[in-house]
T-cell receptor
């Protein structure tokens, strides 16, 4: 099992450009999450999806959109990137019976210039 | 509003020393998790505690959940350089379906 995979690993964007971060899990988990991690600020929840077909805002959703494509895949889209979105983005998944135990991908390091 | 406060923020010790890091909140959690994150990687789950007063041991790591389920501690005995990393606590509120993370404690163990 690959667990949680994320693509790309690194990305540099210019202000105003758009891009989609991809995430997939092969653990048959119902719940999936997107976080951003900035230095000294831990993990902040952007959006989450408790099950296929549902999405909810987290702590910092402004400037982002998500799509739960199917049970395996959960994508994060930046429509018009801003320097404040420079961060490391992590996708995670969890089983519905233990939704608090999350399994993380390796992250995408995004720089917006 | 930061629901989970971790302390200390940074900790640098010599190999063989003992240490304790703390995770505190004013909220009552249904469960609390500890994760370790190494540079360039995602967090990895170490343990979940769910019962007030619960103590769990993982080799040289001891985790405790406060009686009131508002706080937790992680104690490492005889730290090794391999323990170096960012330690994150995360709490789940009842029926929330999501977790809140603390800002983490960066631990450096020098040989």
């Amino acid at each position: 099992n690959a667990g949680v995979t994320q693509t790309p690993k690194f990305q540099v964007l210019k202000t105003g450009q758009s891009m989609t971060l991809q995430c997939a899990q092969d653990m048959n988990h119902n719940s999936m999450y997107w976080y951003r991690q900035d230095p000294g600020m831990g993990l902040r929840l952007i959006y989450y999806s408790a099950s296929e077909g549902t999405t909810d805002k987290g702590e910092v959703p402004n400037g982002y959109n998500v799509s739960r494509l199917n049970k395996r895949e959960f994508s994060l889209r930046l429509e018009s990137a801003a320097p404040s979105q420079t961060s490391v983005y992590f996708c995670a998944s969890s089983d519905v019976r233990k939704s608090y135990e999350q399994y993380f991908g390796p992250g995408t390091r995004l720089t917006v210039t | 509003t930061q629901l989970l406060e971790q302390s200390p923020q940074f900790l640098s010790i010599q190999e063989g020393e003992n240490l304790t890091v703390y995770c505190n909140s004013s909220s009552v959690f249904s469960s609390l998790q500890w994760y370790r994150q190494e540079p360039g990687e995602g967090p990895v789950l170490l343990v979940t505690v769910v019962t007030g007063g619960e103590v769990k041991k993982l080799k040289r790591l001891t985790f405790q959940f406060g009686d009131a389920r508002k706080d937790s501690s992680l104690h490492i005995t005889a730290a090794q350089p391999g323990d170096t990393g960012l330690y994150l606590c995360a709490g789940s509120l009842y029926n929330a379906g999501k977790s809140t993370f603390g800002d983490g404690t960066t631990l450096t163990v020098k040989p």
